[in-house]
């Protein structure tokens, strides 16, 4: 079963770090596009930070200096770094890729999404 399976939450102090981690898993040929979204309480969905398949990355002007986008296609997997992390950072943090998968002797791209995982930063 093809998924994506993120790790790396918690809680932390302000100006603390924390590596967030998304591995897709099962029977894919190569991710294309990847991006982490967060989801405050109360609030809308928002992209965080994102990468192309080349390796050009974007981040939310809240994040830019703090939060480092990468990616090991080695392993399937992306990451955030999130580093400095403020209390408004708070929210449950999203994966999302596009994985190309091969049905039928054809390739198609399909769009995944993670469970999220909860950051915390409180003192």
């Known amino acids: 079963q093809v998924q994506l399976v993120e790790s790396g939450g918690g809680l932390v102090q302000p100006g603390g770090s924390l590596r967030l981690s998304c591995v897709a898993s099962g029977s894919i040929e190569s991710i294309n596009g990847m991006g982490w979204y967060r989801q405050a309480p109360g609030k809308q969905r928002e992209l965080v930070a994102s990468i192309t398949r080349g390796g050009s990355s974007n981040y939310e002007d809240s994040v830019k200096g703090r939060f480092t986008i990468y990616r090991d296609d080695a392993k399937n997997t992306g990451y955030l770094q999130m580093n400095n992390l403020k209390p408004e950072d708070t929210a449950v943090y999203y994966c999302?890729?596009?994985?190309?998968?091969?049905?039928?002797?054809?390739?198609?791209?399909?769009?995944?999404w993670g469970q999220g995982t909860q950051v915390t930063v409180s003192s």
């Open positions: 999302h890729a596009g994985l190309r998968i091969t049905k039928f002797g054809t390739l198609y791209e399909y769009s995944y």
